[in-house]
């Protein structure tokens, strides 16, 4: 049916004989081109493309918003397409009519054998563009499922993404290759080795990358916690695949790579949103213990960076050289590295004064001395002036 219909438009074409009627078809058929090319196809188009947005944005079970419908459809492309079509079939059609038959079956013959290469360069270019689109749905199908659950971080989020979409991507260079009809065989082999080479030269960063995502499931920590990390004590500023930054009190950025991270002991301080510290101080064996106790713990009720509840406590922690030691016990709320040295310094403060005004003594380091029973002991001797020594005398038993 086709070979008739092409055999039928060939002859009538080729009816056209002299160079009066050779110009009116030709004047004809541009004049059909670029009214076909330039009116009805964007039109044509446009109303297709309506039709289909409109159905499509009708289904419920297809969650697509107007202008992510507009975006994945490139209309634009569509209407150049088939513009170039019209106008390339009324160039070879001109070229029938003025007898230049071997050319343009020459041309429908180059293109008929360019055909195969430029399907699959638009294949390829379709599966970009699907992988393109993919990346997107996933995207904001993550955002919709992070903003509605507490079970995925900006951090979790972040890598998920990256993973999905690096397979993704992974996935369209692969199906662009089969398209060619590039031996993927050859390529494994090659990546295989590739990565043994790479795996063993970049064992700690492929080992920081596996416990960067380990971290990410077992989230022992945020971004803007305050954490004790293998003795480095700081912010959480950053966490990658790769490593994990603190910011110290003193302004510094520690880099501690992930690795390090898994198999260090973590203290994450601000978790639990409170946290209790410990000062200690010294009262004289010749204090009343109970009085020193209450005065002490009157003396934490009154500073502002203390918190009620928990209550504080102030137990007798051991029996020193010089003074029975007293544990004062208190909780700061939203725990910092800078509100824990303000409340540290601030019962310092109110616990010296308030012993002070007690007549509480904090005692200096003292020394007894003693000598041995079988040596006679020791003689304090008065020399001449203000000076006072001790001697040990042996067989003098004064």
Known sequence: MRLALLAALRETLEGFVTTEARLAATVVLLTSAGVTALLF??????????????RVLANERVPVEASEFDWRVPINAIVRTLQFAVLLGSGLAILVVWGYVDVALATVAAMAATLPTLAKA??????VAAALIAIDVLESRLDDYAAESDAINQHQQGIVFRVLQVSVLVAAIVSGLTVWGIDLGGLLVGAGFLGIVIGTAARTTIGSLIAGFVLMFSRPFELG???????EEGIVADITVINTRIRTASGEVVVIPNERVANATISNRTRMGQLRLSVDVGVDYDADLERAEAVVGEALADVNHVEDNPPTQVVPKSLSDSAVVLECRFWIDTPSAPKRALATAAVVREVKTALDDAGIKIPYPQREIAGREETGGFRVAEGDGDQIGAAAVPGDDD
């Open 41 to 54: 196809t964007p039109r044509a188009v446009r109303i297709v493309h309506t039709l289909v947005r409109d």
């Open 122 to 127: 638009l294949t390829s270019v379709g599966v």
């Open 225 to 231: 916690d305050w954490v004790e990390i293998d003795g």
